[in-house]
């Protein structure tokens, strides 16, 4: 038997089966690969067609999802208007690689997005409009078109239209054909939620279970995954200070801590409707191609369960090529050098230790805004004790990873210690063996512990639709390089970046950047440099890179994704002969997050290419600039010490 070029013998050494002795029967495949090869078959009878279609508001989303059918789809993203939404169609756009990109804006005015257009919206896409789906997501008339269909959902999503995740269930509930329902329980996502209230969201969740008519109490049935698509609490309280993973809750029979058997894996997905948006179509429509790996852990037992370099191999077996920085590569120097250039894989794996705002590695310590910049959509496994404990907050690890543009996320929300991870390997080989992220990434038959799941629990390597290069049904639309040559030819400079930005033309914006830095008649604005930043930073030009920061100052210095970009950029020509003009940007430019140790970063460059006193005195105007306590007492600790303790 072969399973996504992985052979039998290999999947009992990853831990799917457990040992088999002697000549018996092979055994029966486990329910997480009978679950992905559920989700890839069906996903591989459909057509995607290779049109994204960027959308400007909710009501407009929803429509154009409502023209998928079953067998037939296509990506839609929300342009709201910010850099962080831009990033995220850009990014999408070099993972899916479309033949188009187009703008589509339903006509009329807009009414507000109410609950009953979300179930709405699923039936339309499965043939039975107006069937009058009540508050849990089943219809008589859905139920029938599902069988007819011969299609068996594989899961549950949870939304509230007063959430702007809603954007993420609607995709996957109409995408998957899932059971779609809403919840009255809401908080913010860094919050834990307390026994009873997490037995109350799972009871109503299993009420809808018990009522769809569909088999759901253990593994393996027809109901085997729960998407949580709101900012629902993603821990729940144990004890005083110490937490358990929310998903890791979802899913289980029984009640409070003592819940044990699971019949679903679940995952989360929050955020505004925008990223939400992102995080779902990338579950649905992206593959990811190559994988990063990063060891920071000795060689030695039981650190080397998780090897990397063992990981590689198994991805090897699958012809995914990874990149492997490992022992003596694995430490922050090591980390810091890479960093300053994006990551281009689909696939990250990654071994550390330390608290949600800090990572340490072998040796040396890295910091969230040392995550590097990806250049396409990824899926991530984080060993790390804490790494989602508060994964709402970008100024902490697990943030930080998803603002990059994770969109399936694995770690823990409090300390597991080690043997509550798949180790490396193993994940690498459960993924590419077809096992869903939800399942491949959490340890079988483990009791409810505290590594948290974000993304579409049910995303499955190789679970993708035949392209086709037939337009979408939606009239009106509009090629989003529609006006382009006019706008260059105007010297409307900041709108055609903003285009060719969500055309994943980095090249092209990276020449006018070249051209507007060497030619002082060319004009270019503030927010038209900010949205060239992270392009030229992807296309390696870190020389260019704090120039158009500067050139977007001061709205430049406002954006934390593009001061962590200019930070990492500047890694290596700090370590040369650093222009003056660049460390005079850097010193405007100081994360609040991590000023105490970016401002002693550049104090160590000052002091050796300029001299000591020009390194005190940029001290001293950090200090007389800011009223944080902790800064300050940093500052005047390295102003009364020598340069080699910096």
């Known amino acids: 038997m072969v399973m996504n070029g992985l052979t039998l013998g290999t999947m009992l050494v990853l831990g799917w089966f457990g040992e088999v002795a002697g000549a018996q029967p092979a055994p029966a495949a486990p329910p997480a690969l009978v679950l992905g090869e559920r989700i890839r078959n069906e996903r591989n009878a459909q057509t995607d067609l290779a049109t994204l279609v960027v959308v400007p508001d909710g009501a407009s989303y929803l429509a154009a999802i409502r023209a998928w059918t079953p067998k037939v789809r296509f990506p839609v993203l929300i342009d709201d208007g910010t850099p962080s939404g831009r990033e995220d169609i850009a990014r999408f756009v070099r993972g899916f690689g479309p033949g188009q990109v187009v703008r589509w804006s339903l006509p009329g005015d807009k009414a507000d997005v109410k609950p009953q257009d979300l179930f709405d919206t699923v039936e339309a896409v499965w043939g039975v409009p107006d069937a009058d789906m009540d508050k849990v997501g089943v219809s008589e008339k859905l139920l029938e078109a599902w069988k007819k269909a011969g299609h068996t959902p594989p899961g549950i999503v949870v939304v509230s239209a007063s959430d702007g995740a809603w954007t993420a269930g609607v995709a996957l509930a109409a995408a998957r054909g899932q059971i779609l329902m809403t919840t009255g329980m809401h908080s913010g996502i860094d919050r834990a939620a307390s026994p009873e209230e997490a037995d109350g969201l799972c009871r109503e969740i299993e009420g809808v279970a018990a009522r769809s008519g569909y088999a759901w109490r253990g593994l393996g049935d027809d109901l085997d995954a729960i998407t949580l698509c709101m900012s629902l609490p993603n821990r729940l309280l144990k004890n005083e200070g110490e937490f358990l993973a929310m998903t890791d809750r979802v899913g289980r029979l029984g009640a409070g801590l003592t819940a044990s058997e699971r019949w679903a894996w679940a995952g989360q997905i929050f955020g505004t409707p925008s990223h939400a948006a992102y995080m779902a179509m990338c579950g649905i429509f992206i593959e990811p191609r190559g994988a990063w ?354």
Request: aromatic share 6%; hydrophobic share 45%; net charge neutral.
């Open 293 to 646: 790996l990063f060891d920071g852990y000795d060689d030695t037992n039981p650190w080397n369960t998780f090897d990397a370099t063992l990981a590689s191999k198994v991805l090897a077996q699958a012809k995914v090529a990874s990149e492997v920085m490992d022992k003596p590569r694995n430490g922050a120097a090591d980390w810091k050098a890479r960093a300053a250039r994006p990551i281009d894989a689909g696939l990250i794996l990654v071994n550390t230790k330390g608290n949600d705002d800090f990572f340490d590695l072998n040796p040396g310590r890295c910091v969230p805004g040392d995550v590097p910049e990806l250049s396409r959509p990824a899926i991530a496994g984080i060993v790390h004790s804490w790494s989602a404990t508060n994964i709402g907050n970008r100024d902490r690890l697990g943030g930080r990873w998803l603002e990059r543009g994770v969109f399936c996320y694995a770690g823990s929300v409090h300390e597991p210690f080690l043997g509550a991870f798949v180790p490396t390997p193993n994940a690498a080989g459960r993924l590419l063996a077809g096992g869903p992220f939800g399942a491949a990434m959490r340890l079988d038959n483990a009791p409810l512990w505290k590594v948290a799941i974000f993304g579409d629990p049910l995303f499955t390597y190789g679970a993708t639709g035949q392209r086709s290069l037939a337009p979408p049904a939606l009239a009106g639309a509009t090629g989003i390089d529609t006006g382009l040559r006019e706008m260059l030819t105007k010297g409307d400079l900041g709108s055609a970046i903003r285009v060719l930005l969500m055309q994943g033309r980095d090249d092209a914006i990276t020449k006018i950047v070249e051209v507007v830095l060497n030619d002082p008649a060319e004009h270019l604005s503030a927010a038209g440099a900010c949205d060239a930043v992270l392009p030229v930073f992807r296309m390696g030009r870190n020389d260019l890179v704090w120039r158009t920061f500067a050139k977007g100052s001061p709205l430049a210095e406002k954006d934390p994704a593009l001061r962590d970009a200019l930070w990492l950029s500047v890694h290596p020509l700090l370590e040369g002969n650093a222009e003056r003009a660049m460390l005079a940007v850097l010193e405007h430019a100081l994360r609040p997050e991590q000023a105490g140790a970016d401002a002693i970063l550049l104090g160590k460059t000052i002091a050796r290419v300029v001299n000591l006193d020009a390194a005190r005195g940029m001290f001293e105007r950090v200090k007389a600039s800011t009223t944080d306590k902790g800064l300050r007492d940093a500052i005047s600790r390295a102003i009364s010490s020598p340069p080699s303790a910096w």
